[in-house]
């Protein structure tokens, strides 16, 4: 098996005059927690929906766990084992917390659930109650989701995305418009989710990503301008210019 659990190659993607992602490589290793990072609108986004299948590469490959998913769309490379948390957009609001993390449970189980329902609802109840116990949302079960402190409802994303039990999670800006005490719970989270699940995400919180990436991609207007360790980022001069004057 392959070190490398997502491999990207030559990613491109313009809309209109605008070239959101230009030609970026992007390997993952397996276990890794690994950052994007870059000012707004340097193409982090962009990046993720191309890996996703949500949006279609103009140039390029991706390839996760050694098969090739370019332009697969979301539904096929989910069941591949490739998550993205999404905003809560995506959360049904009048129905628990229960109903929705059962429900993406269910989507990703095999379609026996639906042949052999006396044999294949109780797993899939099981998982739903482990992934509501690891995300600390076991409590809140009963409560509908659109009643959820915006922290909840984050971490509901969360919750569904694992009730997939994907391999590779994609988290987008996890703790964006969280408390700081919300973020410091979301960030130790993560760091545990991690043990079990490679993790590709992006923050706008520096300390943050500091604290929790092993690897750090820096974008820069579609192009990758650095990628090292939190360390090597902190103090590369090209990445602190972005960050103080957002130009290089
Ligand atoms: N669907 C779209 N149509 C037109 N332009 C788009 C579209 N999606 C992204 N862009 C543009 O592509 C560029 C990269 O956007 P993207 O959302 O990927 O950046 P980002 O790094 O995620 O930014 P942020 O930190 O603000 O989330 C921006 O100039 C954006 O306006
Ligand atoms: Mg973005």
């Given at each position: 098996?392959?070190?490398?659990?997502?491999?990207?190659?030559?990613?491109?993607?313009?809309?209109?005059?605008?070239?959101?992602?230009?030609?970026?490589?992007?390997?993952?290793?397996?276990?890794?927690?690994?950052?994007?990072?870059?000012?707004n609108g340097s193409g982090k986004t962009t990046l993720?929906?191309?890996?996703?299948?949500?949006t279609r590469p103009g140039a390029g490959r991706v390839a996760f766990d050694g098969h090739d998913i370019t332009g697969m769309p979301y539904h096929k490379v989910a069941r591949r084992g490739l998550a993205k948390s999404y905003q809560i957009t995506t959360v049904f609001p009048l129905l628990t917390v229960f109903e929705n993390v059962?429900?993406?449970?269910?989507?990703?189980?095999?379609?026996?659930?639906?042949?052999?329902?006396?044999?294949?609802?109780?797993?899939?109840?099981a998982h739903t109650e482990r992934v509501l116990e690891r995300i600390g949302l076991a409590e809140s079960r009963g409560?509908?989701?659109?009643?959820?402190?915006?922290?909840?409802?984050?971490?509901?994303?969360l919750a569904i995305a694992l009730a997939?039990?994907?391999?590779?999670?994609?988290l987008d800006e996890p703790t964006a418009g969280m408390s700081p005490s919300d973020t410091a719970a979301t960030v130790e989270l993560i760091h545990e989710l991690n043990r079990d699940v490679t993790i590709l995400m992006t923050e706008?919180?520096?300390?943050?990503?500091?604290?929790?990436?092993?690897t750090i991609t820096v974008l820069h207007q579609g192009v990758v301008l650095f990628e090292g360790g939190p360390d090597e980022v902190k103090s590369h001069p090209k990445v602190q210019e972005v960050y103080l004057t957002g130009t290089v």
């Open positions: 098996m392959s070190d490398l659990i997502l491999r990207a190659e030559k990613l491109d993607r313009s809309f209109g005059g605008i070239h959101a992602v230009a030609g970026v490589d992007l390997d993952i290793r397996r276990g890794s927690l690994h950052a994007v990072i870059g000012p993720f929906n191309l890996i996703t299948g949500h059962r429900i993406a449970a269910q989507s990703a189980a095999h379609s026996y659930v639906f042949w052999r329902p006396a044999d294949g609802i109780r797993p899939v109840t409560v509908i989701a659109g009643n959820l402190s915006h922290g909840d409802q984050r971490r509901l994303d997939t039990s994907p391999r590779l999670l994609l706008h919180k520096m300390d943050v990503i500091l604290s929790v990436a092993d």
